[in-house]
């Protein structure tokens, strides 16, 4: 069993960086291609960034590429998400989710991930 533990959303000015992290125990992060979603209430959640288990390749949503980047630390089992340039739309429950089985590709579709953390509530205002 893996547990993820979200931290880093706060309020934030339109403009303004913000870094999220998860921390991951249990399992072997290393091999976990991993994920981060955010959701608003009343809507769907949807697909921010995704990463291989060995960091070599990263996918983006269209909505957050180019200011944001998704990284991790296997050594450390850590998972981030790196965001400038915020905008109030980007206002969310950020989530970072794993897939459970070994060495699989990194998905940009949250029905692929086995392991969600609870979510820490990025703010952006204008």
């Known amino acids: 069993q893996v547990q993820l533990v979200e931290s880093g959303g706060r309020l934030v000015q339109a403009g303004a960086s913000l870094r999220l992290s998860c921390a991951a125990s249990g399992g072997t992060f290393g091999t976990y291609a991993m994920g981060w979603f955010r959701q608003v209430p009343g809507k769907e959640r949807e697909f921010v960034a995704a990463?291989?288990?060995?960091?070599?390749?990263?996918y983006y949503a269209d909505s957050v590429k180019g200011r944001a980047t998704i990284s991790r630390d296997n050594a450390n089992r850590a998972l981030h998400l790196q965001m400038k340039s915020l905008k109030p739309e980007d206002t969310a429950v950020y989530f970072c989710a794993a897939r459970r089985i070994y060495y699989t590709p990194a998905s940009t579709s949250m029905k692929d991930y086995d392991y969600w953390g609870q979510g820490t509530q990025v703010t952006v205002s204008s």
């Open positions: 990463i291989s288990w060995s960091g070599s390749s990263t």
